[in-house]
């Protein structure tokens, strides 16, 4: 038996890994909300939203029951209608685009820029017309998108502006954090992600009070007082067993993240010119959610790491255009030749702060051979 095969394999992802982290503060919280009777939207959610939204830099934030819903409820309290055009990205979890159509609006597609992999703003002004509401920028990967061009053009014309932080959690433009900078911003806690529940669970942050005053509203079926509807709203709340691992995790973000770059900076310097690693910079901090490089060879790397116990996934195996839901059907889907491009290239490592050191060095090494046999 060749020693690959009885190394263990590196997964890209372990969430319970996080979870034996801090496996005595979270057991002592989920027994505390047990104990307290009391599970859905109480003292854990209170206290979660308060430190979130001044993580974030955010005057208010709001769980809710999952990142898609964030943004729906975000689009929605930005004044978002049925039939109204939301553009946003075809490089993104489908929920992007699940989201806008969850509400009756109408997706319509931007290409994005090969260096943050996020909307490129000078697509905008072409589709900008009379029915744009909302845009909906994804800092994808946890790499900042050119958040501040998209802002300045969305508000000289008086358009909406929801960032989709879900894979973004404390990624920053100086000192200003992701989520700060639109009118809304939506997160997701999905297990995976770098502020993870331990199931499903969203935010909503902003720092603008009447948006503010409809997310209220609309996560909770529209109650300005119990059991009367002032409008008419969902459901989709953040529970209390979420909110209070969310508690015990949010303290341990920033360091996590950094523990992440240190493993994507160690990547980057394994390899060769030909293949591309993610832009680390001072300035544009990446949350490094998921590491994912370039490669036109990219196939032939995966089965390489396969074969060494290493896992790597597709992010994502197909760009939303191209998917059976939506191939055909979505307006600007037919002009977007960078998203195109980049989908054939792209591979995303493990990446997660629990990586051993001995895990990463596999990784690296497995990294070097590659490229010194691909040169
Ligand atoms: C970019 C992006 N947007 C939105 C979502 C939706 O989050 P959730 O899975 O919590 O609904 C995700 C999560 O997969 C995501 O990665």
Known sequence: MSSANVEKQIAVADPKAQYLSY????DSAIARVLNSGWYILGKEVEEFERRFAGFVGAESCFGVANGTDAIALALRACGVFPG??????SHSAVATVAAIEQIGAIPVFADIEEE?????????PALFNCRTKAVVA?????QPARIEEIATLCEESQIKLVEDCAQAHGARIGSAMVGSFGDAAAFSFYPTKNLGAIGDGGAVVTSNSEIAEQLRLLRQYGWRERYISSVAGINSRLDELQAAVLNVKLPHLEADNERRRAVAERYNRCLAPAVKGPKLSPEHRHAMHLYVLRTPRRDELKRFLQERGIQSALHYPSPIHKQPAYEGRIKGGDNLPVTEKIYSEILSLPMYPELTAGDVQRVCDALISWCSLND
């Open 84 to 89: 109204d055009e939301v553009i946003t990205v």
């Open 116 to 124: 943050t992999m996020g909307l490129d703003p000078r697509t905008l």
């Open 138 to 142: 994804v800092h994808i990967y946890g």
């Open 23 to 26: 496996r005595e503060e979270i």
